[in-house]
């Protein structure tokens, strides 16, 4: 038996199984990549080839080229020096389609969109067309034993797939990705002579690399798990065009050893993400949320920015996590990507420790915003926050009243002068039943979710050319403004419409 497959035999399931399977792997990889096949159990061997052998394992990569540096997310370099068995445009996806399919848990659902991001930036093209796939990645759960079978079942109608591949065409890559490579990384190999590519959970950086070897007919594995790897320079791409919502992973591993769980031994120890990527990540998102309510017809412009106080070290009590200069940045951003928002905040009159000087910064900010709608209340201690066990509840009532009031004065003039500029405008509203004070007049919400009342009355029907209806709930409608106050439109109906038509009008 080779010295090298007695470390992978006898660490199999020690802590070194992974780094033996890769480093077995790899010296395997290089040594037909070389021209020279590497001998398996019970083959003798000349002394000479040998030799050849262990010279070439020498030169090669060591266990630091596998271990992942403790550097900083931010310094780690753009563009790594390929190995020096492959040149940089083996590394180069050359435009294959990667066809991906994800199992299993919102974890693989982000491990996906991360390994995109690695693809992509590899010079690979996403498909969602199996027959067109040059690449097929599963990402894979190994949760529970039905989880594993439905690997084992999809594998077996890839099979056919490859089997069927015309010869004009590169050949056919399939890779199972996550956990279940993690686990049952020796027996994929053996029992599917199909799957190229093995990737654990924390290989994804190396998906370009084990596709190059793969090309040359050989199986690559990296199932190497990390103590430091978490993808925080790595920004997810989202791999659906349709997604409405989207995961922000924060940490990676586990470290509870659940008596029943296997996530620790296919995701490896416990680690958190650098705070600043998290953050670098969320920020990206809200840029594209902000785009969207810009861009889509059907998604209302107003956002709720709830402030609570105008005056930084009131907001610093608060343990709020931003100051009144940032915040009055990021309504000027908003303000920015959506022209026309409608902006809606709370206020806190009277907190703890608040000075004459700190509710007239808060009513400057009133002022400064001009909000569409607001939700503003007197402070009153709750018993187990964090104020009521490190902070007075020194603003006498009737100052907590009289500010109060002094808020909702200034809130009024300006929603008032903000809603003023709506008079005269035809508004789409999405009607939403009967006004709750008047029996002959119904109720519907702007495009800035502000109310707008107008008459129930026959009205043209912009779809049926001629024909006359009453508006329903659910109903969209044109209608020109024709008053306003602090917190309602009002205006006379001019036709029923949909969100399409609308635009012609508005």
Known sequence: MHPLQCVLQAQRWGPLASVSWL?????????????????????????????????????????????????????????????????????????????????????????????????????????????????????????????????????????????????????????????????LKEEILNREKMVDILAGPDAYRDLPRLLAVAESGQQAANVLLSLDETYADVMPVQTSPSATSAFVSIMRGCDNMCSYCIVPFTRGRERSRPVASILEEVRKLSEQVLQLIHERDNICKQIHLPAQSGSSRVLEAMRRGYSREAYVELVHHIRESIPGVSLSSDFIAGFCGETEEDHLQTVSLLREVQYNMGFLFAYSMRQKTRAYHRLKDDVPEEVKLRRLEELITVFREEATKANMASVGCTQLVLVEGHSKRSATDLCGRNDGNLKVIFPNVEMEDVSNSGVRVRAQPGDYVLVKITSTSSQTLKGHVLCRTTLKDSSAYC
């Open 23 to 183: 480093l077995f792997r790899t010296c395997r990889a290089q040594s037909s990549v070389h021209g020279t096949t590497y001998p398996g159990p019970g083959r003798q061997q000349e002394n000479g080839v040998q030799k050849d052998f262990s010279s070439r394992l020498a030169a090669g990569p060591t266990f630091q080229h596998f271990l992942r540096s403790a550097l900083d997310p931010q310094e780690k370099p753009d563009v790594e020096d390929p190995p020096p068995y492959l040149t940089v445009d083996e590394l180069s996806g050359r435009q294959r389609k990667v066809y991906l399919e994800t199992y299993g848990c919102q974890m693989n659902v982000n491990d996906t969109e991360i390994a995109w991001s690695v693809l992509q930036k590899s010079g690979y093209l996403r498909t969602r067309n199996l027959q067109e796939a040059d690449v097929i990645l599963l990402v894979t759960c190994s949760i529970r034993e039905k989880a594993e079978q439905t690997i084992w079942n999809r594998l077996h109608q890839l099979k056919a797939l490859k089997t069927k591949r015309l010869r004009s065409r590169v050949p056919l890559r399939i890779g199972i990705l996550g956990c279940m490579a993690e686990r």
